[in-house]
């Protein structure tokens, strides 16, 4: 029996029994569909974060309190409090390869103008705020440096909250009630892309004294932003900053330092990696489906090679080898499989689409990945579709012919 010939008889047998052939691919068809959707998600949200982390610029260098930990995102273990701003302005006037610095600190809690009101954060940074973090303001104007040293209660608004407090109105000169304390308006910062995972635009940016002095009463920064002159210039900037550092801190000889510096292509690999084990973890528990429609199809089959005894027993006597036996059936559930698997591309496709238009995640969808999930299918067709095949091959014709 040639293949060509073999693929007539599947298609033949399975649509002789279209309900049960339909039920079969529904397995295969499910699989498929998710295993697509989930890596396109896992990719988009790859994808959103390392373009997030590049729009902060590539010569951006991030110093966090205690020590490097391999492989976590943010900070390290041992003391939370061993940055100052002192810290900053010596990075910011000692280290040539250094062109703009930014400490800051976080905190938060409910913001109100008028009868309206809101829970974000609030950030304290330097007047370079937006030469380190390259976000700048669409109107109005950033505070400076007098009132960053005076502690003056300004503040500057990221475009969603601005538009949460104040709606069409302008909020250039009002007034807003952080905490118990009262902050005037003085700039609406320009919109950022967001990753889905949080906004960058629902932010109070505030001078950094008059967060670490009215607001939160500590005399330490959660981490230190530093933008070094050039791209090329960035391991020599950390080195600076790190020796620099060690000796402001006391640290001699080998003794572990006490903050860490990362770059902005380490901070990429990290989020790389950790996105990629999400992306992968999606695909692995939809893959689960798949296994199930291949468990599906074996039953199938083991079914129908029961009900086709008798037909089996006269192929054989009539001079079928055990070949064109095991080929029949083994064809027949490849080709299950191969309609599952088209139909579960459409499927995954669509529903890729729906989750962009209906939850508003980014999706991107690759011929690779629909390639890998398409010929898995097939895979799970030939595993799970070979014992059945082999149990049909190995009848003796006689006692085939004998069954009732």
């Known amino acids: 029996m040639s293949i ?9 047998g399975i649509s002789s029994n279209k309900m049960r052939s339909g039920l079969t691919c529904l397995g295969i068809i499910i699989g498929v569909g998710a295993v697509i959707a989930m890596v396109a998600m896992g990719q988009g949200a790859s994808a959103d974060v390392q373009e997030r982390v590049k729009g902060y610029g590539a010569n951006l260098l991030t110093v966090w309190p205690g020590q490097a930990v391999t492989g976590r995102l943010h900070g390290g273990v041992g003391s939370e ?14 280290c040539p390869s250094i062109k703009a610095v930014t400490p800051t600190s976080r905190s938060g809690g409910q913001i109100k103008y008028g009868n309206k009101n809101t829970n974000t954060s609030v950030e304290g940074y330097s007047p370079d705020f937006s030469v380190v973090r390259s976000h700048w303001v669409e109107s109005g104007r950033m505070f400076n440096e007098g009132e960053d040293r005076a502690n003056r209660k300004v503040a500057v608004l990221g475009k969603t909250t601005a538009e949460t407090l104040f709606g069409d109105e302008d909020p250039l000169g009002k ?72 000796k402001r801190h006391r640290i001699h000889g080998r003794a572990d330092d006490d903050f860490n510096v990362r770059t902005q292509t380490e901070m990429l690999d990290m989020l790389g990696g950790t996105t990629k084990t999400f992306a ?75 989750l962009l238009q209906f939850a508003g995640w980014r999706v991107i969808v690759t011929s690779g990945s629909v390639l890998l999930a398409f010929f898995f299918a097939a895979a799970v067709g030939v595993f799970f579709g070979l014992y059945p095949a082999q149990k049909a091959a190995a009848m003796d014709p006689i006692e085939a012919l004998r069954y009732e």
């Open 4 to 12: 060509w010939e073999a693929v007539r008889v599947a298609l033949f």
């Open 175 to 246: 007034r807003i009630q952080i905490k118990k304390a009262r902050f005037d308006v003085i700039g609406v910062l320009e919109g950022k892309d967001s990753t889905g995972w949080s906004d960058p635009n629902d932010t109070i940016i505030v001078p950094i004294n008059t967060l670490l002095r009215r607001i939160e009463s500590k005399d330490y920064v959660d981490r230190i932003y530093a933008a070094a002159v050039s791209e090329d210039q960035i391991e020599q900037a950390r080195a600076e900053i790190e020796k620099l550092l060690r």
């Open 280 to 354: 992968s973890l999606l695909a692995g528990i939809a893959a689960v489906s798949l296994l199930v429609g291949g468990i599906g199809i074996m039953n199938i089959m083991l079914v129908s090679v029961t009900e086709r005894t008798r037909e089996i027993g006269i192929r054989k006597a009539v001079g079928a080898s055990r070949r064109d036996i095991l080929l029949q059936f083994l064809v027949e559930s490849i080709v299950l499989s191969v309609i599952g698997g088209l139909m579960g591309i459409a499927v995954g496709i669509v529903g890729a689409r729906m």
């Open 81 to 94: 409090d061993s940055l100052k701003l002192e810290d900053a302005e010596a990075i910011a006037e000692q």
